[in-house]
């Protein structure tokens, strides 16, 4: 479990984090989503205990990250946004040092290294230098480092920045399958790998969270606020006046090139009588389809709506 409450950072007068709190359980897979400078590392930073906060607790698996850092970082793997790998290391020497450094038993270390080069698809590079590798394969070195002490909580930055698009595919494959009875936290700012891979999406902007919610939730909403695309020859005189006397419609706003965006009144239903209008009064129907709202324009109403 991870339990952030009332979390502030500042930076000298720069307030970076601000008031955050929420909780996961095991299992939780958290989208941590925003803008480049809404404050996703700091808080990560705070919450895997490299950096303390100006104000608020963080409890990793009931511990205090702050009074007991030790034993909270015994079951957080964390992939920073910039790993620090040792580039003149070999992926086994290097996986090998971080397991002495997490303190990994004697015992099981050398099983637990092989299980995450398997897990991580980086057995065939165990000999070779890191420096030498493929961004991808770096990365997920990066993500074998974090699994190293087999983890309870898996917190990784950006995993999928600056990689292919392949690559992107097969790190975000790995993610889903890391998950199980974990609790994991992603940073991204790509919305889909939300989508894809989270299971609740919090999304921050400067400092704050502007929104919580499951993802199942959060498609129900998007579903449920679709609006509708009407299509006609050309924009006509009095169209958006007959549409809004229709009756069950909140907006109508014209689009480009004979569009129209018709937003129903809540649970409403007026594709039918729509369809009869446009041919009642020859506007030359040429499409008429819902469109859902994607995580995309959810998050830019969001973030420009906070701003305000
Ligand atoms: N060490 C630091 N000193 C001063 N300001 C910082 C430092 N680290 C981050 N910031 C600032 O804090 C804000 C949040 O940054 P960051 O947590 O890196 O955001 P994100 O990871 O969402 O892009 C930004 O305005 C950034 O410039
Ligand atoms: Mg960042």
């Known amino acids: 479990m991870v339990y952030v409450h009332n979390l502030t950072k500042r930076y000298g007068n720069l307030t970076a984090v601000e008031n ?34 100006t104000k608020g607790t963080v409890h990793i698996e009931g511990v205090d990250i702050f009074d007991e850092p030790l034993q909270a970082k015994r079951v957080i793997g964390y992939l920073p946004e910039n790993p620090p790998l040792y580039n ?48 991808g394969y770096r990365q997920r070195v990066g993500i074998a480092q974090a699994l190293v002490n087999n983890p309870s909580v898996l917190i990784l930055d950006e995993p999928t920045i600056g990689l292919d698009p392949r690559q992107i595919i097969e790190i975000r494959e790995l993610i889903k399958s890391l998950s199980g009875d974990r609790t994991v936290i992603l940073s991204t700012h790509i919305l889909p790998e939300v989508t894809m891979i989270c299971s ?16 199942q939730k959060l498609s129900e909403d998007m579903r449920s606020a ?24 909140s907006s109508v706003k014209p689009g480009a090139a004979g569009e129209y965006i018709i ?14 209008l446009a041919v009642e009064n020859d506007w030359g129907l040429l499409e008429l389809r819902p469109v859902t709202n994607t995580l995309e324009e959810v ?10």
């Open 20 to 53: 955050l709190s929420f909780q996961l359980e095991r299992g939780d897979v958290l989208g941590f989503l925003g803008p480049n400078g809404a404050g996703k590392t700091t808080t990560m930073r705070i919450i895997t205990g490299y950096m303390p906060p």
């Open 263 to 276: 937003v129903p009144r809540k649970g409403a239903e007026v594709r039918e009588e729509l369809s009869r």
């Open 200 to 215: 609740k999406v919090i999304i921050i902007n400067h400092g704050k969270i502007v929104l919580e919610e499951s993802l």
């Open 88 to 135: 003149d290391m070999t992926v086994m020497e290097y996986l090998s040092f971080v397991a002495d450094i997490k303190k990994v038993g004697r015992k099981e270390k050398k099983s637990r290294i092989f299980y995450v080069m398997e897990r991580c698809g980086i057995a065939e590079v165990r000999r070779r230098i890191i420096g030498h590798l493929s961004k």
């Open 299 to 308: 998050f830019l109403k969001v973030i420009s709506s906070e701003g305000n």
């Open 226 to 249: 679709e609006s509708i695309l009407l299509r006609t020859r050309q924009n006509g005189e009095g169209v958006v006046e007959k549409i809004h006397a229709l009756g069950n419609v």
